[in-house]
C-alpha cells in the first residue's frame, strides 16, 4: 500500500490492521470454521423461529412463486409484472433453492428471511472485525453481532425476517465491502467490485444509494486528498479505478435491465417521477426516521410495559451506533480507513434519501432503509475499539465483563422472541376448502391471491385483480394467469367487509360485474361465487392502473 493510503487509512480505529500473532495452527483453523458454523446454525433455527411468529402474505408468495417458475425453466420470468424492486439477483435465487428442496410451501418464506439475517449478522460481524486478529478481532466482531443478535419483537420480525423488501440487499452490499477490506490493491479488484454492484442494482434499485454512490463518492474524496498531499501520479491509480468501477456500475446494471427486457422478461414497475418530498413533509419525514431507527435497533415498544426493559436494553446498540458514525464523521479524511468511509457515506445517503424522497413517510415503511442497522453495527465494531487507547487497559477490562451482560441478554430476548407460537397462514383454511372441492382457477384481490395459491400448494390458482374485480392486477403476478385461451377460472374470493384491514373484492362488487354466481359458500369469513363461465373473459388489462 502506498505511504499516502497509510495516512488515510490510518486504522487503528477501524481495526484494518492485522496483529502482530502467529498464525493458527490448522486444527484450530477448523475448530473455529466448526464453531462458528455450529454458531450460524443455531442463529438460523432461532430467527426462523422469530420468523413464524409474523403471518405468511402475498408479497412473500408472489417471490415463492417467481422461484417456482425460474426452476420450470422460465428464468428470465418472462410475462411477469413484479414491483418496484425485482429482488432478481438476490432473493429469487436464494428462494429458488429453497424451492427446490421444500415445494411451493409458506415456510420457504421464513427459511429464506432466516438464512438472508443469518447471513447479514455473520458478513456484518466479519467486517465489523476488519483485519485484527486475536481478542481484538473478536472484540470488533462480537460489537457489530450484539447490535443485530434480536431483531425487534415490537414491529422488527416482519421487516427483518419476513417477505423480501429491501433489507436481503445488505447481504450483497456487505460482500462488496469485504472485498474492498481484504483485497489488496490489484487490477482485478474494481473490476469484481463493478460486476457485484451492478448484481445488487439489478435485484434492488437501492443499492445505487446505499453503496454505489457511496464507493464512487469516497474514490473522489481519496483523490482529493491525494492531490491536495501531491502524491505521486501511480498512486492515484486504484481509487480512480474504484470510482470509475461504481460509474460503469450504474450504466452496467441498467444496460442489463434493458436486455432482460429486450428479450422478454419480467416487466419491473417504475418509480414514481416525483420522488421528492415538499418542504412541509420534511418535519414529518425526520420524524419517521427517528421512529424507523427504533424499530431496526430494537428500541421501539417503550409504551409496552412487557417490552419496555428490551427497548431500553437495544437503545444500547442505537448509542453505539451513532456514537461510531459520530466518531467516524469526526476522523473521516485522517483516521478512518477506505471500507469505513463508504460506510459512512452509504448511512448518510439512506438516511438522506429517507428524509427528502417519499420512500419514507411512517415506520410502516421501515423496510425501506432496513440496511441502516448493519451499517450501524459495522461502524461500532471498526470505530469504537479506536476510541480506547491500548494504554487505557483497566477501562477495557472493565467494560468485558459489561459487554459479556450485554450479549448474554441479547440473546435471552432472541431466545425469548423464539418461543412465540407460529401464526398459522391466514388463508390455509381457504385453501384447503377449495382444494378439496376441487376448484383449482379463481380469482381474487391481492392479499387473498397468491397466498392462497401457495397455501394450497400450487393445487389451486388464484389470480389477483383490483379490489373492484374488473381488471387485471399487474403487480408480482404472471400475465399467463389470465390467458382465457389456456386458463378458465370459475371462482370468486370475495369479502363481506371490503373496508377491513386486508381489503378485498365486495359481494355486491363482484355480482356487479359478474352477475349472479350460479353457487355460493361461505368459507372462514371469505364468499366464495362460483359462475358456469370463464372470468378470464370479463376482465380488463389492468397494467395501466398501477
Not at 290 to 302: D, I, V
Not at 373 to 380: D, W
Not at 395 to 414: E, I, S
Amino acid at each position: 500500500m502506498h505511504p499516502a493510503g497509510n495516512a488515510i487509512d490510518a486504522s487503528a480505529a477501524a481495526g484494518s490492521v492485522a496483529d502482530e500473532t502467529p498464525q493458527p495452527s490448522l486444527r484450530s483453523r477448523l475448530l473455529r470454521v466448526g464453531g462458528l458454523l455450529l454458531a450460524a446454525a443455531g442463529l438460523f433455527i432461532l430467527y426462523f423461529r422469530q420468523s413464524r411468529v409474523a403471518s405468511f402474505n402475498s408479497d412473500g408468495a408472489a417471490q415463492v412463486l417467481q422461484a417456482q417458475d425460474m426452476l420450470h425453466g422460465n428464468l428470465l420470468l418472462r410475462g411477469w409484472w413484479t414491483g418496484d424492486v425485482s429482488f432478481y439477483t438476490t432473493e429469487l435465487p436464494e428462494y429458488m433453492l429453497v424451492d427446490l428442496v421444500r415445494g411451493l410451501r409458506p415456510d420457504v418464506v421464513h427459511i429464506c428471511g432466516a438464512l438472508t439475517y443469518t447471513l447479514t449478522v455473520l458478513l456484518a460481524a466479519l467486517l465489523a472485525r476488519g483485519r485484527a486478529k486475536g481478542p481484538a478481532g473478536v472484540v470488533r466482531a462480537l460489537l457489530a453481532v450484539g447490535i443485530m443478535l434480536a431483531p425487534s419483537i415490537a414491529g422488527g420480525t416482519p421487516v427483518l425476517l419476513e417477505n423480501p423488501d429491501h433489507f436481503g440487499t445488505a447481504v450483497p452490499i456487505l460482500l462488496i465491502l469485504l472485498v474492498l477490506d481484504r483485497a489488496q490493491e490489484r487490477w482485478y479488484v474494481p473490476v469484481v467490485v463493478c460486476g457485484l454492484l451492478a448484481w445488487a442494482q439489478v435485484a434492488d434499485e437501492l443499492a445505487v444509494v446505499a453503496v454505489a454512490v457511496p464507493v464512487g463518492a469516497v474514490a473522489v474524496v481519496r483523490l482529493v486528498v491525494l492531490a491536495i498531499r501531491l502524491r505521486p501520479l501511480r498512486e492515484f491509480w486504484y481509487d480512480a479505478a474504484l470510482g470509475m468501477a461504481a460509474t460503469v456500475s450504474i450504466l452496467l446494471a441498467a444496460g442489463t435491465e434493458k436486455a432482460i427486457r429486450a428479450l422478454g422478461g419480467f416487466d419491473l414497475l417504475p418509480l414514481p417521477q416525483q420522488l421528492l418530498v415538499t418542504r412541509s413533509q420534511l418535519p414529518g419525514h425526520i420524524r419517521a426516521l427517528g421512529e424507523t431507527l427504533l424499530l431496526l435497533f430494537g428500541a421501539n415498544g417503550q409504551g409496552n410495559h412487557g417490552l419496555a426493559f428490551l427497548a431500553q436494553f437495544h437503545l444500547i446498540g442505537l448509542a453505539l451506533a451513532g456514537l461510531a458514525l459520530l466518531a467516524a464523521i469526526v476522523w473521516y479524511v485522517t483516521r478512518v480507513d477506505r471500507v469505513t468511509q463508504v460506510v459512512v457515506a452509504a448511512a448518510v445517503a439512506t438516511m438522506a434519501a429517507a428524509i427528502l424522497t417519499i420512500e419514507l413517510s411512517s415506520v410502516g415503511q421501515a423496510h425501506e432503509v432496513a440496511v441502516l442497522l448493519p451499517f450501524g453495527a459495522v461502524l461500532a465494531g471498526r470505530v469504537l475499539p479506536g476510541l480506547l487507547p491500548d494504554r487505557v487497559r483497566a477501562a477495557r477490562r472493565a467494560l468485558l465483563p459489561a459487554g459479556g451482560a450485554w450479549l448474554a441478554v441479547g440473546l435471552a430476548a432472541l431466545c425469548y422472541a423464539a418461543t412465540g407460537a407460529p401464526v398459522a397462514a391466514e388463508n390455509m383454511p381457504l385453501a384447503g376448502w377449495l382444494t378439496a372441492h376441487g376448484y383449482t382457477e379463481g380469482l381474487a384481490a391481492y392479499w387473498q391471491a397468491s397466498s392462497t395459491t401457495v397455501d394450497s400448494g400450487g393445487k389451486t390458482l388464484v389470480a389477483p385483480v383490483t379490489d373492484q374485480g374488473t381488471a387485471v392486477y399487474a403487480w408480482e403476478a404472471d400475465a399467463a394467469w389470465y390467458d382465457p385461451g389456456t386458463r378458465r377460472a370459475n371462482f370468486v374470493v370475495a369479502v363481506e367487509n371490503p373496508d377491513g384491514p386486508l381489503g378485498g373484492i365486495a359481494v355486491s362488487a363482484g355480482q356487479e360485474f359478474f352477475g349472479r354466481p350460479a353457487h355460493t359458500y361461505r368459507v372462514d369469513g371469505y364468499v366464495i361465487m362460483v359462475y358456469r363461465y370463464n372470468l378470464l373473459t370479463r376482465l380488463a388489462d389492468g397494467s395501466e392502473h398501477l
